[in-house]
């Protein structure tokens, strides 16, 4: 009998903990609840063979046995119900307040059952003593028994790991447990609430249901701007930022004609609250780099007077501080110009300044610039078989767009600023005036961009990508060029 019940035990035990340990729901409390009961079986064993107790002693030895057995039987169904099916399965919430609570009832109704067959007691008589404590312990516990009762209420509407906000306060709640709830703010600092405090607060939980939240950034514009390239240039902020997500999209409303400016919000969702600062901060950077290479004017309130001088095209800014003609000079595809032109690209180039991550040229898109960089680090990547992968990395006095500004051709990959990058831009009309006046270029850049493309292709052919493609040849290139700038 005695071996019976050990290999029975054992078996529950051992299968439990195999499936709960795969199913990744397996807690420790199953071992303590285990060895407990193989330890009070051993020794009541012991004691009834080979030691003779009195009946009282007896029945202390077998209710703490059964206490035991009970024990264990509760937590493998607490783990195999609770943890695997109810949480995991059905995806159901149990708070951990409720679940406990439940779990002692169980508990002592079955103490109190088990003295009861033990010790034939009266059953009024066993449930007399608690009703009468609990009334006693109830009376003179009220406020902790009502924040208890406000601890098992909350479960409802906020669970470990959500993000909150009530009162002055902001966090994410890191602890839940009968008395109190704890909230670790943005600053690190950890915030104690009684649950009877918390439930009658009003509670703004930012991540109940789903943890996608709408946030908001509004911009005032100069009135000289047409609305739908403010509105573009706003859409283009958010472009390239993983936490922004495409469902619901983003939106943008010109929302109020103020007295010195023209206000537009901009409104985006994402996936992480707890990023909200990071988010935020990224696509309001961006805003600004975005406006300042496009010449939207953010303007100063009209109540404040403020003198300034507006400056000529020609006139050095803080972004022009770098020598554009010495840049100009030390590239190999602008090595057949004389000084004169290079001066002539180097007046009508501009310097344009992008955030990181943001996106400079789209694979598969026109390409209508040529970009040198003058400072920071730009990404090549391609995009092929579904997979997007970063294939080259360029740096200051590098080139790229070259091959579908001057083709045609629509952009080969995509180019995003990997940190605070500024480049010169070239616009399609430079390269124009310079082709149509001096022919004889067309063969230098043909020979320069074959190699450039040749390298393209290379990679390209690595991720799978365009392998039956024909290799560009410099006469092949100069045929493009010519008939895209429509040269005779």
Request: glycine share 4%; with cysteine; net charge positive.
């Amino acid at each position: 009998m005695a071996i019976t019940f050990l290999l029975i035990v054992t078996i529950i035990y051992v299968s439990s903990r195999y499936f709960l340990v795969n199913k990744k729901v397996f807690h420790q409390g199953l071992n303590l609840a285990y060895a407990g009961t193989i330890f009070t079986f051993l020794f009541r064993w012991y004691t009834k063979n080979y030691f003779s107790f009195n009946s009282s002693l007896n029945h202390w030895v077998d209710l703490f046995f059964y206490l035991a057995v009970i024990y264990f039987a509760l937590k493998v169904s607490d783990q195999l119900l609770v943890d695997y099916y109810l949480i995991r399965i059905r995806e159901l919430y149990i708070a951990p307040q409720l679940r406990n609570t439940i779990f002692l009832i169980i508990y002592l109704l079955a103490v109190l059952i088990i003295a009861r067959n033990i010790w034939h007691l009266n059953p009024t008589a066993i449930l007399a003593i608690p009703t009468v404590l609990t009334a006693g312990i109830a009376l003179a516990f009220q406020d902790t028994l009502k924040t208890f009762i406000a601890g098992i209420f909350l479960n409802k509407v906020i669970h470990l790991g959500d993000w909150i906000a009530f009162g002055n306060y902001q966090g994410e709640v890191t602890a839940m447990d009968w008395v109190r709830t704890t909230i670790r703010t943005r600053d690190g600092d950890h915030i104690f609430i009684l649950n009877s405090v918390l439930a009658a607060s009003d509670i703004y939980n930012f991540s109940l249901h789903n943890r996608n939240h709408r946030c908001s950034i509004k911009v005032g514009v100069s009135y000289q701007h047409p609305p739908h390239l403010v509105k573009a240039a706003l859409r283009e902020a958010t472009r390239n930022i993983p936490e922004i997500i495409s469902n619901p999209p983003v939106e943008v409303y010109l929302e109020q004609y103020s007295d010195f400016s023209i206000i537009y919000g901009l409104y985006f969702w994402i996936n992480d609250y707890a990023r909200y600062q990071r988010i935020m901060d990224e696509v309001a950077s961006r805003i600004w780099y975005i406006f300042r290479r496009h010449n939207i004017e953010i303007p100063y309130p009209i109540r404040t007077i403020i003198p300034t001088q507006k400056s000529s095209g020609t006139a050095e800014t803080a972004e022009t501080k770098y020598s554009t003609v010495a840049i100009i000079e030390q590239m190999a595809i602008f090595q057949p110009l004389d000084q004169k032109d290079r001066e002539f690209i180097a007046r009508m180039a501009r310097i344009q300044t992008f955030y990181p991550r943001e996106v400079i040229i789209q694979q598969g898109e026109p390409g209508s610039n040529f970009y040198v960089i003058v400072s920071g680090k730009v990404g090549i990547y391609f995009t092929g078989d579904g997979q997007t992968r970063l294939v080259k990395t360029l740096k200051p006095q590098q080139y790229f767009g070259e091959i579908s500004l001057l083709t045609g051709e629509l952009c080969t990959a995509t180019a995003i600023a990997q940190e605070t990058t500024s480049v010169l831009m070239l616009s399609r009309k430079i390269f124009d005036q310079i082709i149509t006046s001096k022919p004889e270029i067309v063969e230098h850049l043909a020979t320069e961009l074959a190699h450039r493309s040749e390298e393209l292709q290379i990679i390209a052919e690595q991720i799978k990508q365009q392998k039956d493609s024909e290799k560009i040849s410099p006469e092949t290139l100069v045929k493009k060029i010519r008939k895209f700038f429509r040269l005779n």
